[in-house]
Nanobody
Framework: QVQLVESGGGSVQAGGSLRLSCAAS?????MGWFRQAPGKEREGVAG???????DYSDSTKGRFTISLDNAKNTLYLQMNALKPEDTAMYYC?????????????????WGQGTQVTVSS
């Protein structure tokens, strides 16, 4: 069993930045960030294999950066140039399923989520 604890969410104006953190209690082959806005399905934001390979959704590519500190076993999501449409609950996930990095079905462990609110 892997426990994930997110932190770093908050409220920011459009164009601002936030960094999310996710501390993991165990090791899995891949980790990722997902988000869910009210009334919408949970979607993949960014994913990363421990080997270093990453993937991003089209809406966050170029603005968000996922990284992993292996020594601390902590996943990060640096979010820049935030937009109101980025407002959502953000979840950290960990797993070791298929080659996909942004599919929710490939992740077994989930954090409790951290809220990100971007105002215009």
């Amino acid at each position: 069993q892997v426990q994930l604890v997110e932190s770093g969410g908050g409220s920011v104006q459009a164009g601002g930045s936030l960094r999310l953190s996710c501390a993991a209690s165990g090791y899995t082959a891949k980790m990722g960030w997902f988000r869910q806005a009210p009334g919408k399905e949970r979607e993949g934001v960014a994913g990363m294999w421990r080997s270093g390979t990453t993937d991003y959704s089209d809406s966050t590519k170029g603005r968000f950066t996922i990284s992993l500190d292996n020594a601390k076993n902590t996943l990060y999501l640096q979010m820049n140039a935030l937009k109101p449409e980025d407002t959502a609950m953000y979840y950290c996930a960990a797993g070791s399923g298929s080659w996909r990095l942004l599919d929710i079905n490939d992740y077994r462990y989930w954090g409790q989520g951290t809220q990100v609110t971007v105002s215009s």
